[in-house]
Structures are given as C-alpha cells and as structure tokens.
C-alpha cells in the first residue's frame, strides 16, 4: 500500500502546485520588466524577498530533516519517507528559490548599486557561501537517497547553525551596511 503523502499521484500533484506557483511568480517578474511601473524597484524587492524567504525556510528545515533521516534504519518505511521529504523541499522548493534569490538579487545589485560597495561586495560573498551550503545539502540528499550518508545527528545539528549565521551576517550588511 502506497503511503498518502509519499506516493507518486501526491508527489505529481505537489509538483504541479509547485510548477504552478514557480510560474505565477515568474509571470509576474516578467511583466514587472516588460511592463515597469513606476515603483519597479520594490517590486523587484518584494518578489527577492519572498524567494529568500523560502530558500532559507528550506536551508533552515532541511538539515533537521537530515538529523531525524540519521536516526532512521536505512530501507526503513521511515527512511524512505523522509527521502521523499529531502528530495521535494530540495528539488520544488530550494532550488528554484535560490535561482530566483539570485535573478532578482543580480538584478537589484546592478540596476539600484551599480555592484558598487564594500557593503554589497561582502553581502555577495556570504550568499555565495550560502549557495555552497545549499549545494553540499544538495549532495546530501543524495546521499541519503542512495543511504550513504555518513554524518552523525550531531554534526547535522552543527551545520543547521552555518546558514542561520549566513542569513544574519547578509541582512547586517544590507540594512546597516557596515563597509
């Protein structure tokens, strides 16, 4: 018996809801550039927020999912459960976020700084350390699709901490714009 929330007519229907919010939120972007109002630029904000809002939701959440997949026996029903889990909040959620995070982040970088600032410099290089976070994450859920992983709940645990850290030192740079 297939398991309500794991089986493949939920994921296909979870995809599909996923697609299709992706594909509001990236008609809306357009027709912000094709069609500018006046206010663009807090639109453009607007719209990197809430994508870096879920991209950290899922740099933040995943890692526990990686302490709880740790305690689980490899082949288990809870195992292959939360394979499911990684892989959907990677694969739907992080990393069309991070793209977005990045197209709409470039874009305000350039149109409103012009790259220019010591500020900006710094905040770009933690989201660049950020996005290797989310890239050794991303190895990860394979890993643990494939039962490899190797990393004990406490070490999952530690590196939970690493973009919490990431997301405070870049809203530091952006708001107080120390440099």
């Known amino acids: 018996m297939t ?25 809306v972007a357009g027709l912000l550039v094709l069609f500018p109002p006046d206010d663009l630029y807090l639109w453009i904000k607007a719209l990197h927020i809430v994508a870096v809002i ?15 997949h740790t305690d689980a026996p490899a082949g288990s029903p809870q195992s ?33 700084y012009g790259f220019q600032g010591g500020w900006l410099h710094a905040k ?16 990860a859920v394979k890993a643990f699709a494939e039962d490899r992983n190797r990393r004990t709940g406490r070490q999952w645990r ?15 740079m952006v708001v107080v714009k120390p440099l």
């Open 124 to 139: 770009l290089a933690f989201v660049v350390l950020l996005t290797g976070v989310h890239q050794f994450y991303g190895r």
């Open 3 to 27: 398991d309500r929330q794991t089986g493949d007519d939920t994921g296909r229907r979870a995809r599909l809801r996923a697609a299709a919010a992706l594909t509001v939120f990236v008609l």
């Open 54 to 68: 879920s991209w950290m939701a899922g740099l933040l959440y995943l890692p526990r999912l990686f302490v709880y």
């Open 80 to 112: 292959e459960t939360f394979k499911v889990m990684e892989q959907r909040l990677f694969g739907t959620i992080m990393r069309p976020a991070m793209a977005l995070s990045w197209l709409l982040g470039l874009y305000l970088a350039w149109s409103v």
């Open 158 to 172: 530690l590196w939970n901490e690493v973009p919490a850290l990431l997301m405070v030192l870049i809203v530091v």
